[in-house]
């Protein structure tokens, strides 16, 4: 068998632009900061930019060429990301995809009722733990905005508690430098040190200039509190087609391109080498309802296109998948979320956010819908594996073994593979006369009684003293 060699192996690979527009939209994305620039009023980041060679005039800054692409050879290209207990699991590199859940939230959908309400502090807990649940989810967000407790410390206890209930690294969003401050004391006391945060960081902030090309003082604070700390930061807009950004979709892409990227120079001015991750959710404004569509095919060619310019600048990348438009876990639900997690995983959009929980266009947290797009994830990541080729996996002597007319159901060579073959809880494939013997049961039904039973979930408790220590910074915030 000399003639083959010991392993062939080839991940799927999607790319919706090609290397010439690329540097086409690179060029361009130059062209906006050196010509437009960006409106800032902060004051420390106007000197900052000044003093490095930007070209300031009242709250408008241009940003020469050289500045950005300086930025861009300083920050790092790998960052990798642990849990709380110093697991590296995340490692953001290259064209690699890691999934998780989506952000604040304001609306919930019970799951055992189907009655939708406003999200409140148990929500956080049951969101958290199934996200922890859920093998699919690599990381996990600040789900969902708590409405029962005080608007001013929502954002802390919100990310206090789903630190509590979930292990895996976090992303969240909060209002000022201030909650970016204990949040971040809140993950160094659960990991254990400083030291140990920064060989895998467990907590990424997640921030916003807001389109087209403006940042606003409270924003520009974390980004600088970040880079001073060494918070990985994701500097993310939110363009929207025909709306805050051009109607075409390359138009879009550089305004997002040069939104992010503004951020990126801040940044390392503020601290070079400092954990950033570029992106922007570029989406469409839908013109017959006006809508910020969570949905649209769009908003995955775009962020496709911008995970291409991220692996051409050698930057981790923050991706978007897994959303919907729709109100319930519906048809439409299922299609808009598989068909954008596939998409992202084959082009590599890094870390891949609101895969499972945002519905009604970024209003509506769903526990149900979570366990969906779970599996649509799981199905995915086994897509991506591809289909490995070695003398093994070619099977030609168990082929010639069994011979014409044969089967391989009492094989060997099966009992060691079969389990590579990815089965679903959710998804069922009985013939029809099985199906109506065992119930009947269709897949609503099937996911609910799974979600239930994945609600059940908790993670390992933290410490006695551990959660004394939070309640004491918790009632420091009031």
Known sequence: MGMFTDELYFKPKLQVI?????????????????????????????????????????????????????????????????????????????????????????????????????????????????????????????????????????????????????????????????????????????????????????????SEPISPLVYYDPAVDKVLFCAEKGIPLINFPAPQSCGSAPATFAGTIVQASAESLSGLVMHQLAGPGAPFIYGAFTTIMDMRTSIFSYGAPELSLMTGALAQMAQHYGLPFFGTAGATDAKFCDAQAGAEAAFQCLSSA????????????????????????MVLVNDVVTSVKHYMEGIPVTKETLALDIIDKVGPGGHYLQEEHTMDHFKKIKYSDLFERQVYENWKKAGEIKLEQRLQELTLEKMKHRPKPLSDDVVKELDQMESAWQ
């Open 346 to 369: 084959a082009i590599g959009s890094g870390l891949v956010h609101d895969c499972s929980s945002w519905m009604d266009h970024g209003n509506l947290v769903s526990p149900e819908f």
């Open 18 to 206: 090609n290397e010439d527009q690329i540097k086409q939209l690179h060029m361009a994305t130059l062209e906006v900061l050196e010509r437009t620039g960006i409106k800032l009023t902060h004051p420390k980041a106007l000197e900052l930019l000044a003093g490095a060679g930007a070209r300031v005039e009242k709250d408008r800054v241009r940003i020469p060429s050289w500045m950005v692409e300086d930025a861009i050879r300083k920050a790092p290209k790998r960052i990798v990301l642990g849990k709380r207990t110093g697991e590296r699991t995340v490692i953001l590199e290259r064209d690699k995809s890691y999934f998780g859940p989506s952000l604040d939230c304001i609306d919930y959908m019970d799951p055992a009722t189907h009655k939708r309400s406003r999200f409140i502090s148990p929500h956080v807990e049951t969101t958290a733990a199934l996200c922890d649940a859920l093998p699919g989810f690599d990381w996990c967000m600040t789900i969902g905005m708590a409405d029962d407790v005080p608007a001013d410390i929502a954002d802390r206890i919100v990310a206090r508690n789903t630190m509590q209930f979930c292990e895996k690294p976090l992303v969240f969003c909060c209002k000022d430098t201030n909650s970016v401050k204990d949040i971040y004391d809140m993950a160094l006391l659960l990991c254990g040190s400083k030291e140990k945060f920064d060989l895998a960081p467990t907590i990424v902030h997640y």
